[in-house]
């Protein structure tokens, strides 16, 4: 299970930290991926990052605003979100994907496993 927090509203220029608690998963199995939604618009991958060594891949849209970390202590995964924009405004969701190999999965099919949504909103 996979469940998503830390949305909210926020001006532009803003920050917020999202977080997915991660159960019922063998850790260094997996990785785990940030994707969002917009009204109207395609489910798109944020960032990604693998429970087993750390390794971490951005898209361009979010890359030098956003970070991905982990604390495997507490099977939780966060997305640090910066200099926010109203165009930021979306559905955030944390998805799993197994790992088979040195490979950290970026496409959304490779993710199986999804938790619920929480929503950002961006005021500009």
């Known amino acids: 299970q996979l469940q998503a927090s830390g949305g909210g509203w926020v001006q532009a220029g803003g920050s917020l930290r999202l977080s997915c608690a991660v159960s019922?998963?063998?850790?260094?199995?997996?990785?785990i991926g940030w994707f969002r939604q917009a009204p109207g618009k395609e489910r798109e991958g944020l960032a990604y990052?693998?429970?087993?060594?750390?390794?971490?891949a951005y898209e361009d849209s979010v890359k030098g605003r956003f970070t991905i970390s982990s604390d495997n202590a507490k099977n939780t995964v966060y997305l640090e979100m910066n200099s926010l924009k109203p165009e930021d405004t979306a559905v955030y969701y944390c998805?799993?994907?197994?790992?088979?190999?040195?490979?950290?999965?970026?496409?959304?099919?490779?993710?199986?496993?999804w938790g619920q949504g929480t929503q950002v909103t961006v005021s500009s």
């Open positions: 998805a799993a994907a197994r790992l088979y190999s040195d490979y950290l999965p970026w496409l959304q099919y490779e993710y199986a496993y």
């Open positions: 019922s998963f063998r850790f260094d199995r997996y990785a």
């Open positions: 990052i693998s429970f087993r060594d750390g390794s971490t």
